[in-house]
């Protein structure tokens, strides 16, 4: 019994969310899933390792997702969009999520994506075509 | 005969719909990223078109990864959308055209395209920003909208080719139903952008740019990468440019493009909007 390997592994800092992750990860996902009703965010508030025990957490994950270690979360296998359910309601965007891993503040990492603007509009004129006001 | 009268590319990232929501649009960072859709809204309300087929993938509203449908499409009189767990408001239902769907699937299974067919369908920020980037805000949509959702989520996704053929087949599939409708077809999501792993953050505006060449001058170029090839340019998120080539393939061999707009970032994205007319 093995996982198979893929081309796209090869990608530095870059984690495919496949079969390998999902399975690994299914629990922690559903629980994070049932965040869309407010009844279960309600549930999970009042009593968060009755609620992790309910979803079947193993010890590692439960601990995980008591102390809000959304990095190791991520680095579990859980899915970014159902990590988002539990993290954004708890002040922490996707982006203080994804700056986690290269151990940067949200900020740092807005401002990393903030320089894509510099000479952009140059780098569409050379492209020719697009629109620009 | 229902006709489709363009094509139209845009992002769905749920920044876009927060933006609307807190009234930021014409401030310094959004500005650029929402002027650029002008001219595409006033040719909307020039054409009037009466059904948008919004292409987009679900994030855990929907559908959850206990089944995961490679291609699904709506097939109901109205769609609702829901809080997906971060306390938003909804939105205002949308309209439906549930036989328009019905004969759409049917002709897509004909053409060995095996649809995933839902008859309740919680759509999310995926088909909502969209629809509100395109039309604004409305009690009452001006349009019939019919979701058809790709899997960019768990992989194994459905190759860029394989969402180019279906763009093919939606066409045959559109231009034989009996009545006369004008349709549009949105490819939503991308441009280049990673959420997680120590490459997070990641725009390739080159790699960007070329997608949207490729997309009004040659969609082959595109659809000829493997999925691990688009990720590896793109990112794990950026992958969602495959449903732009849905829209493509529905939009016959040779298009005019009529406007195209890109910007960079819009929170962790390129975000690239197209206007296209089939030019046959």
Redesign the interface.
Known sequence: MVWKK???DK?????????ER?HRS?AL??L??S??E?CC?TEFNEDPTSYCDKFGLHEEQKKMVLSQDFLNI?RAGA????M???C??RGVT??D???A??NITGDE?RD???K??DG?VQ??TK?G???N? | MANIIGGVTTSHIPAVGNAISQGLTQEYYWK?FF??YN?VKTWLKEKKPDVIIIVYND???NF???KSPTFAIGCADEYQN??????LKPTAPFTGDAEFSWHLAESLIEQEFDMCTCQEMLVDHGFVNPARVLFGDHEVWPIKTIPLVVNT????LPSAKRCYKLGEALKVAIESYPEDLNVVIAGTGGLSH????????I?D?DYD?ACM?SIINDPSWFYSQ???EI??KA???GIEGIMWLVMRGAMGDKVN?L???????I??T?AG?LLLESAE
């Not at chain 2, 829901?82 to 306390?87: F, K, L, V």
């Not at chain 2, 989520?153 to 194994?156: G, R």
């Not at chain 2, 406007?259 to 970032?265: F, I, S, V, W």
């Open positions: 893929h081309e796209y990608i530095f800092g870059t984690y495919v969310f496949d079969g999902a299914y996902n559903k994070f899933y965040f869309n407010e965010r991520l899915n970014i969009y159902y988002a359910k539990f954004i309601p996707v982006q999520a994804g700056a891993f290269q990492f990393k994506l903030l894509k603007r952009l780098r569409l492209e075509g697009y629109w006001g | 650029r002027d650029g001219p994030h855990g509203l959850f990864l206990d829901a809080d997906e767990g971060w306390g989520v768990q992989h194994p990673q959420l997680q792993g120590e490459r997070a953050g725009i505006v740019l060449a493997s999925n691990a990720m590896e990112g794990t998120e493009c406007h195209k707009h890109y910007h960079a970032p929170s962790n390129g909007v």
